[in-house]
């Protein structure tokens, strides 16, 4: 074995920072050989060991170039178990470094005199680092060099490269170098980012300053060293404040987007990805773990959906999808009432609902059992013997509880509610010692010439007594009382009025045509519908009707009575100076008894 013992005659001063593999080229330059790989031979240092940091051989080269080892040594890469290497006071995974990409500074090379004076860094190996500490600058790739073992032989392969131009860093955007440039002169500190190894640390911070600075789509092939260095930067700012700031920060990017309109992994994106595609190295799970979990309590994730390698234990959120196929909610039933708990908004048709945030298993299976126990209005009003119009009114009247106080779309009603409607008739029942004369409620309304409606609240309102065949009554229509005992109540006389559909059967023309008599006034309209639950259509008084009718003949009837066509008979009375009314459009032919012949 070869031990140097004294300097070599021609040698070269080195800096603090100096890689050895940086010395030994320059060494072999000064001593006019052209490749490190042959001046090591010659010299009988192993190169393959020294490019892997041997501490043996760099003893040997620092003797060789009369320097002291020991920031050599803390400068270079040293190999201490297969795939972790050594750097002045961290141990760091092969993955953090690109050692066969050859990066300079490119206002260190600007030497044209002496090209032994250009050093190569230790730390430039490292992929995160971008930037010449020095000079302030970013660092720039070299071509590679035809044979793949003088990769490390930085002097020959920027002998003729000139960089194509200098980009200057920003001071602010150097926060992540700086720490691992820290970590790397002084060791792992104290915090919650630096109980991850140093590639953990550097790639958890530039990924998620990616998705913070680009966005969730950002490509990392098609990222430049600027905007790596401010994602860094980013990135560094949410970690270093700990766990609980990460969680925040992925909490800030969820509610940025609308809900239900993606889910995690478009949130995440660049992120996400870079944690799933570095799921063979366990070093990442303290980042894997943080997210996985929270995108369990935070997405509406299955039960047994897999995240980051391992199943969901519990669905904890639910969209409406996820919930209708869970529990069988309807949208429309459910976003009701998450509307009244202010989870859901109505959209601006009213029939649809968002939601302003997902919804917890716990509230849908408090939801799931009080929606269990309600029914429609025709389910409801089938269950107490009368018609869904009778019971809208009664609803309406305030004796049963609406469900939802919306007037949209299909109404509900609680069981109970309904029940306790009939519980409270009950609670009025006697039993007559002898035969008494009785009615049932809606035949007392009709006599009494009030709704059905407002009969009942007024029995409930004075306690009237109500009778009954059996002792236990479950329909409406089963309660009965004396007409007497509703005093002087009666209701107020009303117009009488006529439908739309009447009118143009009576007159033989269209119902447009009636809409049209009644905009022009030759119809008066109704001042009251035959009742609030009519939600379509218009009505006449009859009286104008009647009058109406008595002056005027239709087309129609004319042709009846004279056994002509409509179109012989509209000719023959105009012809004979007869004109329909002018009402226009497509209305049906009206005319003056007075003028017709």
């Not at 025709?378 to 269950?383: D, I, N, R």
């Not at 143009?504 to 609030?532: C, D, N």
Request: with cysteine; net charge positive.
């Amino acid at each position: 074995m070869f031990t140097a013992t004294k300097p070599l005659p021609l040698t070269v001063p080195t800096i603090v920072g100096e890689s050895a593999t940086s010395f030994a080229s320059r060494l072999a330059r000064r001593n006019g050989v052209p490749r490190m790989i042959t001046f090591c031979s010659d010299v009988g240092i192993d190169y393959f060991a020294l490019v892997n940091g041997d501490p043996v051989e760099i003893q040997r080269l620092a003797v060789l170039g009369d320097i002291d080892p020991v920031p050599l040594q803390a400068a270079t890469p040293s190999l201490i178990e297969p795939g972790w290497f050594r750097l002045g006071n961290e141990r760091i995974k092969f993955t953090a470094f690109a050692r066969t990409t050859l990066r300079i500074c490119p206002m260190c090379a600007q030497n044209p005199d002496d090209r032994t004076g250009i050093v190569h860094h230790g730390i430039w190996q490292l992929a995160a680092i971008r930037s010449c500490e020095r000079h302030g600058c970013h660092l720039v790739a070299v071509p590679r060099p035809a044979n793949a073992n003088d990769c490390f032989d930085h002097i020959p392969m920027v002998d003729q490269f000139q960089p194509a131009g200098i980009v200057m860093v920003k001071p602010n955007h150097l926060k992540l170098e700086n720490y691992l440039i820290n970590r790397i002169q002084k060791g792992p500190g104290g915090t919650w980012l630096d109980q991850s190894p140093l590639h953990v640390a550097a790639q958890a911070c530039e990924m998620l300053g990616l998705l913070l600075t680009i966005g969730p789509k950002a490509k990392r092939s098609e990222t430049r060293d600027p905007q790596w260095a401010v994602a860094g930067s980013a990135g560094l700012q949410v970690l270093q404040e700990g766990p609980n700031s990460l969680r925040k920060k992925l909490r800030a990017i969820r509610d940025a987007h609308p809900i239900e309109e993606k889910l995690h992994r478009y949130h995440y994106g660049v992120f996400f990805e870079w944690l799933r595609y570095r799921d063979d190295d366990k070093d990442f799970d303290i980042f894997r773990n943080i997210v996985r979990d929270f995108i369990f309590k935070n997405f509406p994730i299955a039960t047994g959906a897999i995240v980051f390698g391992k199943p969901c234990p519990e669905q904890q959120l639910h969209s409406f999808q996820t919930a209708e196929k869970a529990f069988g909610i309807p949208h429309i039933r459910l976003g009701r009432k998450l509307a009244e708990m202010g989870i859901a908004r109505p959209e601006s048709g009213g029939r649809f609902y968002k939601l302003n945030k997902y919804i917890p298993t716990a509230v849908l299976n408090g939801v799931c059992s009080e929606l269990a126990a309600l029914v429609g209005t025709k389910e409801a009003a089938k269950s107490i013997g009368i018609n869904y119009i009778l019971f809208e009114r009664l609803a309406d009247q305030g004796l049963i509880k609406h469900y939802y106080e919306s007037d949209q779309g299909s109404s509900y009603y609680s069981k109970r509610d309904v029940e306790d409607f009939i519980d409270s008739l009950r609670q009025l029942l006697r039993h007559p010692s002898s035969e008494i004369e009785t009615v049932d409620i809606s035949t007392a309304a009709r006599l009494r010439g009030i709704m059905t409606a407002h009969v009942t609240d007024h029995i409930l309102t004075h306690r009237i007594t109500l009778y009954a065949a059996s002792t236990h009554p479950v329909s409406f229509r089963e309660f009965r009382l004396q007409l007497n005992d509703l005093g002087r109540l009666k209701g107020r006389r009303r117009e009488k009025i006529v439908s739309s559909a009447e009118v143009a059967r009576a007159l033989k023309v269209s119902r447009p045509t009636v809409y049209r008599l009644r905009e022009e006034g030759h119809l008066q309209v109704a001042t009251e519908r035959k009742g609030e639950w009519v939600r379509r259509g218009h009505y006449s008084t009859r009286a104008s009707f009647e009058k109406f009718r008595s002056e005027i003949i239709s087309l129609e009837e004319l042709a009846e009575t004279s056994g002509r066509s409509l179109v012989a008979e509209r000719s023959h009375q105009i012809g004979h100076g007869a004109l329909p009314i002018s009402l226009g459009g497509k209305c049906s032919d009206i005319f003056r008894r007075n003028d017709v012949v």
